[in-house]
C-alpha cells in the first residue's frame, strides 16, 4: 500500500483536546452546503467531526495518488520506447537466471 501520512506512527503520544504537534499549525475551514451535507454523513453515526475530516483528508490523498500511478502506468505502458527497452532488458537478463 501507499506510504501515506499516518497520524498514528508519526505522533509517540494521544494529543489532548486542542493540543496540536508541535510545530503543526491549527486548521479550521469554511464548509459550503455540499461539504456540510458530505459532513453531516460521515458524522451521523456519531464519530467526531475532526475524525470524519481526517479520515476524509487521508482517503482523498490516498486516492489522488492511486490516480496519478494509474496514469503514470497508462503513460508508460503507451510509451513504445519504454516498452522495447523493457523487453530488451528481459531479453539480456534471462540468460542470468537460475532455473
Same mark, same amino acid.
Given at each position: 500500500? +501507499?506510504?501515506?501520512?499516518?497520524?498514528?506512527? /508519526? /505522533?509517540?503520544?494521544? +494529543? *489532548?483536546?486542542?493540543?496540536?504537534? &508541535?510545530?503543526?499549525?491549527?486548521?479550521?475551514?469554511?464548509?459550503?452546503?455540499?461539504?456540510?451535507?458530505?459532513?453531516? @454523513?460521515? *458524522?451521523?453515526?456519531?464519530?467526531?467531526?475532526? %475524525?470524519? @475530516?481526517?479520515?476524509? /483528508?487521508?482517503?482523498?490523498?490516498? %486516492?489522488?495518488?492511486?490516480?496519478?500511478?494509474?496514469?503514470?502506468?497508462?503513460?508508460?505502458?503507451?510509451? &513504445?520506447?519504454?516498452?522495447? &527497452?523493457?523487453?530488451?532488458?528481459?531479453?539480456?537478463? &534471462?540468460?542470468?537466471?537460475?532455473?
Amino acid at each position: 500500500m +501507499l506510504a501515506l501520512f499516518d497520524p498514528a506512527r /508519526l /505522533l509517540s503520544r494521544r +494529543l *489532548t483536546r486542542g493540543e496540536t504537534p &508541535e510545530g503543526w499549525p491549527r486548521r479550521s475551514i469554511r464548509p459550503d452546503d455540499d461539504a456540510r451535507r458530505a459532513l453531516a @454523513v460521515l *458524522t451521523q453515526d456519531g464519530t467526531p467531526v475532526s %475524525t470524519a @475530516v481526517r479520515a476524509a /483528508l487521508i482517503q482523498a490523498a490516498k %486516492t489522488a495518488a492511486q490516480v496519478r500511478l494509474r496514469a503514470e502506468a497508462a503513460a508508460l505502458a503507451a510509451d &513504445e520506447a519504454d516498452r522495447a &527497452e523493457a523487453a530488451q532488458v528481459l531479453r539480456d537478463t &534471462e540468460t542470468l537466471r537460475a532455473w
